[in-house]
Nanobody, 115 residues
Framework: QVRLVESGGGLVQAGGSLRLSCTAS????????MGWYRQAPGKQRELVAV???????NYGDSVKGRFTISRGNAKNTVYLQMNSLKSEDTAVYYC?????????WGQGTQVTVSS
């Protein structure tokens, strides 16, 4: 059973930084991609950033240039460095991993940016 453990969320002032971490266990097959989505109250879940098996990355338009996704050497851990945070970045951030069997989601970690 795939398990995702997220950490690093919290409260930060606008303009500040946070770093999220996510480690996957129970992985059987090669990871196609791993990354982060977020969901703000009353809004749909949206892409933040993902990193694919070959190292390629995709970012949501609203975070380009401010957020950076990376992964650990074991490739079952991803990090999201979030800089220049804005109040509109406030959301629950969900880690996701895909082994080609459909996405597995973490429980989410709250990020709150105060203006």
């Amino acid at each position: 059973q795939v398990r995702l453990v997220e950490s690093g969320g919290g409260l930060v002032q606008a303009g500040g930084s946070l770093r999220l971490s996510c480690t996957a266990s129970g992985i059987i097959f090669s990871i196609n991609f791993m990354g982060w989505y977020r969901q703000a109250p009353g809004k749909q879940r949206e892409l933040v950033a993902v990193i694919r098996s070959g190292g390629g990355t995709n970012y949501g338009d609203s975070v380009k240039g401010r957020f950076t996704i990376s992964r650990g050497n074991a490739k079952n851990t991803v990090y999201l460095q979030m800089n220049s945070l804005k109040s509109e970045d406030t959301a629950v951030y969900y880690c996701v991993v895909d082994q080609g069997l459909g996405p597995n989601w973490g429980q989410g970690t709250q990020v709150t940016v105060s203006s």
